[in-house]
Structures are given as C-alpha cells and as structure tokens.
C-alpha cells in the first residue's frame, strides 16, 4: 500500500518549488547583472585607450607643426641677421627673433615629453612594459564615421552595459522587461538637435528649465515622476519601481550623453572649417611678412606676429580636430561599445 501524501503537503511542497525557482531566476539575473558590470569596466577601459591615442595624435601633429615653425624662425634669424650687417636691423630684432625660436624649440621639448608620458599611460592601460605606439599622425585628420551625422538609433543605448545591468535588475525584481521597455525607452533617433519629445511625457517632469540647456551649454535631463510610475504601474511592488525608477534614469543618462556629444560634435565641426580658414590666411601673413620685411616695408615686430599668430592657430586647429574624435569615443562609450 503506497503513502499518501496530504494535500497540504503538496501545497506546501509547490510553493516551495516556486520560491526556488524565483530565487533561482533573480541570483541568475543579479549575476548577469554583475557581468554586465564588468563589461562596463572594460568598455570604459576601451574609451580611454581610445583617447590617450587621439591625443597621441594630435601631440604628433602638434610637433610637426612646431618643427615647421621652427625651421621658418631659423630662416627668419638668418634674414635678420644679414640685415644687421647691411645695417637694415639692429640687435634689438636678433634677440627677438633668437627669443622666439628658443621658445619654439621649448615648446618642442615640452611636447616631446608628452608624447613619451602619453605613450606610456596608453601601455600602462594595455598592460605591457613601456614601448613605442605605433600610429599615422594622419589619422587624426580622417573624417568621422557617418553614422554620427545621419543620428544614431535610439535603440542602440540597449547595447550600453549599464543599461543592459538595469533591464537584469528588473528581471531580477520579477517585473516584466517588456513593459517597462515599452514604458521608458525613446522611439527615434538621437540627434543634435532632438529634444525629450521621444519619452513618454507621462513619466518626467517635463517643465521647460528642465528641458533647456545648462550654463555648461549642454543638454539637462528632466527629472522623473515617481507618482506617475506608482500609478500607471500600481500593482508594482517598492523594489520593482526602485528597479524600473533606476532603469528609466539611466536611459535619460545615456540619451542626454549622447545629445550633448552629438551637439559637440556639429559646433566643432564648425569651429573646425573656420579655424582651417583661419589657419590659411595667417600661413599667406607669414610669407607676406617676411617679403615685405625684406624690402623695408614691415616692421620685424610684424614679422614675429606673423610667425606666433600661425602657430597659435595651427596648434589650435589640432586641439579642435582632436576634441571632435574625443567627442566621438564618448558617444561610443555612451552606446556601450559603439555604433555597427
């Protein structure tokens, strides 16, 4: 004769089983979680490699364009001091034109010394002894990936490892994914110019200071309503709107990172164009300076002004070029790894 189990028994039993499996599926879900934490790590590992090799760059350009300048300001001291001895200058323009080629030469050290400490941050995050990068100082000035001046697809911030964490703490609530996705996540594609007119405004505090832009120039992110959460989603429970709350709060994150990058990205691409603009002109001054020095018709001060105003603006040139490639490493940090 078999044993009979009591009907309680079997209740008890299944309720049991269930509260194993929930258990089971939330450590699953804090596991993953934790995954995605490290991945976060790692891309953000990636970003800076990424950055210290842009300035990298852009210190290899600023060399050559402090070399160039260098060997112009021999040339100029040369022509100087051929016009003290034909008594057409004096000491006084020697000094300054010797003056301002050590300080060029200066500067060259300087960067030198840059490129040796840039050099070994990026080994130092690669992990290896120090030893030369390879890299095509030319890189710096390719054009950036297309992608970022056609918007990119607000779907890709899902591939953002905080994000990703968030969506596995929200499992791990026993809350449906789907639901908050459809809740939360903006339907169109980030741009410069998009405002927050992809959320749904049921759940933010769309009050215009909050949709304007800081004193930093860059874009702020509404706040989110909490009591709109509670009601749409009444049946929640607390660590299941702490979960979506959290959630929600990291795709505006993301969003607004990758607004501001987008936006630094077109004004310094701006910049860019008018400053190449700038950096022709003063290069035509500086021939221009030196023919009418030659025959008496400026002054050596004009001929140094020449000479400081093209460097300035070269080197300021290289800066905005590598800012642009910056603001593209930040948008694929932003995306959690990229944009394909």
Known sequence: ??????????????????????????????????????????????????????????????????????????????????????????????????????????????????????????????????QPVSRKKEV?????????????????????????????????????????????FPNVNITAAVGFQAFNPEFLFMSPASLAYSVMGTLVAPLINLNALKAQFNTAKANQLSAMYDYQKKILNAYVEVSNELSNIKNLQSINTLKKQQSDVLKQSVEASKELYKSARASYLEVLAAQQNALQTNLELIEVVRQKWIATVNIYKALGGGWT
């Open 1 to 130: 004769m078999g044993v009979q189990i009591a009907p309680e028994w079997v209740f008890r039993l299944g309720q049991n089983m269930h509260k194993l499996q929930n258990q089971r599926k939330s450590a699953l879900s804090e596991y993953l979680a934790s995954i995605e934490g490290t991945n976060f790590v790692i891309s953000n590992l990636v970003a800076d490699v990424a950055i210290f090799y842009y300035q990298l760059l852009a210190l290899d350009n600023e060399l050559e364009t402090i070399r160039q300048t260098i060997q112009r300001q021999k040339e100029a001291l040369d022509v100087v001091k051929l016009q003290k001895e034909a008594g057409r200058a004096n000491e006084l323009a020697v000094q300054q034109f010797n003056a301002q080629l050590l300080e060029s030469q200066i500067m060259e050290n300087e960067t030198l010394q840059k490129i040796a400490e840039t050099e070994n941050k990026i080994n130092f995050l690669l992990g290896r002894f120090p």
């Open 140 to 184: 710096l000035f390719t054009d950036i990936p297309k992608q970022i001046a056609l918007g990119i697809p607000s779907e890709l911030l899902s591939n953002r490892p905080d994000i990703r964490q968030a969506e596995f703490e929200i499992k791990a609530s026993n809350f449906d994914l789907e639901a908050a996705k459809a809740a939360f």
